[in-house]
Nanobody, 123 residues
């Protein structure tokens, strides 16, 4: 029902900032809970942040809390992840995901995924 395309990844040094964007198709986007997840090779996909349909409620993994900020613009069908004070352990492929249900940190509850964008943080 919806297609997601991430962008904004790159290779940066420790302490740098990046802003990831997720462009969504479909007229039902505004009703979807959205999330950002990341994955390193050989590891399971990891919860990063989620935002409910209205954007009024958000949640973050402990590892990124205080450094990352998720936001959305339903009028533009966009979701963003502002990443500050990046650390090498933030390295991975970042995925945008959508769910027709409520916001949930469990990746299994998200039916729609983007192709991912690589974030590499060097020391």
């Amino acid at each position: 029902q919806v297609q997601l395309v991430e962008s904004g990844g790159g290779s940066v040094q420790t302490g740098a900032s990046l802003r990831l964007s997720c462009a969504a198709s479909g007229r039902t986007f505004s009703s979807y809970s959205m999330g950002w997840f990341r994955q390193a090779p050989g590891k399971e996909r990891e919860f990063v942040s989620i935002i409910n349909w209205s954007g009024l409620w958000t949640s973050y993994a402990d590892s990124v809390k205080g450094r990352f900020n998720i936001s959305r613009d339903n009028a533009k069908n966009m979701v963003y992840l502002q990443m500050n004070s990046l650390k090498p352990e933030d390295t991975g492929v970042y995925y945008c995901a959508g769910s027709s249900g409520g916001a949930d940190p469990n990746a299994r509850n998200y039916a729609y995924w983007g192709q991912g964008t690589q974030v590499t943080v060097s020391s």
